[in-house]
């Protein structure tokens, strides 16, 4: 397969690609019309990321998606005109009122308030202050607004450090007097951060809002300026004092939800309301600049002086259970010194007795591993059938109602807080940062905020 080249005139293309357009005379930003034996598309011609696949021509359709054609022998081109896409985000002064609060917008490099670089192919944040105030004037009316960058990568990229190093600048911000905390992420893995924070964040006095958008600034379905605007809201004018994940909360669109950042997960790859309150109601919902809290079991605004609890034991292992596992999937991660692994076990908390010798293994030579079920909804019981039993009494530690990110990052975290068998014990099944539930209520399977 061919690589893609860095040439001037079609940046990101493969060289088999090229000759093709170069054979029909056409150039980056012509409106074309590709045909071929099963496909017919028109669309504006754009470059490509030098990452993208070889062997593609990309296009942008009118209804503002972005598709690629893939090159064949039979394709023919027309070139219908010419349309230069033009995404500079003009900046104007933010305008500073003095009766609003001061919020800090941390930037990650997700999509939020985001302009598309069409000549990389990447979407690039428009966020200094007054760009966002360009992009999105409806901050203004908010809170003063100040912005850092504090990464631009992408949230897959994200690691142990990054959230270390996030939660310094969250204490930082936080005992300088801030009024609150945006930070922007990619949604993919912003559970696995909020739960970071959470529990590297001790006596929050603030709120900390993470906030993505599933859909880029450039097409026309964005939520990108919404959820930015709920997310100011809920930094700017909530008594919160908690880290919390603010999206889209419904397919109307009419409003955000709040929820807390370690009861949340991504459920859908591409709707815009993909975030959800797993085992219970969402802390509240931000619609039209007012929120409304459907609880009140959350930690308020208090001047206090924020702190950090920062190590965190990188060698965890996250396995889920399957049919066919062997022990050698276990026995990987003893042979290379992991100290802890979240097993995601099948209904209840359970795994393939096949695999109890590797378990048994790891457990005597130290590795802690943790319990959680991968139906996500609902708590693990292992005292309920024999499996869970015999897993209980080899040292599994059940784990409740722990989602499997979280509990990744809760294990990460309490070995790198203690060596000492008991007190790890102890901490994992201590409620830290909200991520235990006394009970599921049986709305929260399938709860309509609606009607909350």
Not at 302 to 324: A, D, N, R
Request: with cysteine.
């Amino acid at each position: 397969m061919s690589k893609n080249q860095n040439n001037e005139k079609f940046p990101g293309y493969s060289k088999d690609v090229i000759d093709i357009l170069e054979k029909f005379l056409v150039k980056i930003w012509s409106i074309i019309e590709i045909k071929t034996k099963t496909t017919e598309y028109k669309g504006i011609l754009l470059p490509r990321s030098k990452f993208s696949e070889p062997g593609f021509i990309e296009i942008k359709l009118d209804n503002g998606y972005n598709i690629g054609v893939k090159l064949s022998k039979d394709i023919e081109i027309k070139i219908l005109g010419k349309r230069e896409g033009k995404y500079n985000v003009p900046e104007k002064s933010f305008p500073i009122n003095k009766k609003l609060p001061n919020i800090k917008l941390f930037g990650t490099g997700g999509t939020v308030a985001c302009r598309l670089d069409y000549t990389t192919g990447a979407v690039i944040p428009a966020f200094t202050p007054g760009e966002l105030f360009s992009a999105v004037p409806e901050l203004a009316n908010i809170c003063n607004l100040d912005t850092e960058i504090v990464f631009e990568i992408l949230s897959e990229n994200m690691k142990p450090s990054s959230w270390q190093k996030l939660a310094e600048k969250v204490e930082k911000e936080a005992n300088s007097g801030i009024d609150g905390i945006i930070i922007g992420h990619g949604t993919d893995t912003m559970s696995f951060t909020s739960a970071a924070l959470s529990f590297m964040l001790k006596d929050l006095s603030i709120p900390v809002v993470l906030v993505g958008s599933q859909r880029s600034s450039d097409r026309p379905s964005s939520d990108s300026a919404l959820n930015l605007i709920n997310a100011a809201t809920v930094a700017a004018k909530s008594d919160l004092a908690e880290v919390v994940v603010c999206m889209l909360g419904s397919s109307s669109h009419k409003y955000g939800l709040i929820h807390r950042g370690t009861l949340v997960r991504k459920m859908h790859t591409s709707y815009r309301h993909t975030f959800r309150t797993i085992g219970n109601i969402p802390l509240g919902k931000v619609e039209n600049g007012k929120i409304t809290m459907f609880q009140n079991d959350y930690h308020k605004r208090i001047k206090s002086e924020t702190k950090t609890l920062l190590k965190f034991e990188e060698k965890i292992g996250l396995v889920y259970s399957y049919p066919g596992m062997t022990n050698d999937i276990i026995n990987f991660y003893v042979d290379k010194e992991y100290r802890g692994i979240v097993l995601a076990g099948t209904g209840l908390g359970h795994t393939s007795t096949y695999i109890f010798d590797s378990i048994k293994r790891a457990i005597e030579e130290g590795i802690i591993i943790l319990m959680v079920t991968q139906c996500l909804n609902g708590f693990v019981g292992m005292d309920v059938y024999s499996t869970g039993r015999n897993l209980t009494q080899l040292g599994v530690i059940p784990g409740k109602n722990l989602l499997p990110e979280v509990a990744y990052v809760k294990l990460g975290w309490v070995l790198g807080q203690t060596q000492n068998p008991d007190e790890i014990k102890s901490l994992l099944l201590k409620n830290i940062a909200g991520e235990f539930l006394e009970r599921e209520i049986p709305i929260s399977f399938n709860y309509n905020a609606d009607e909350l």
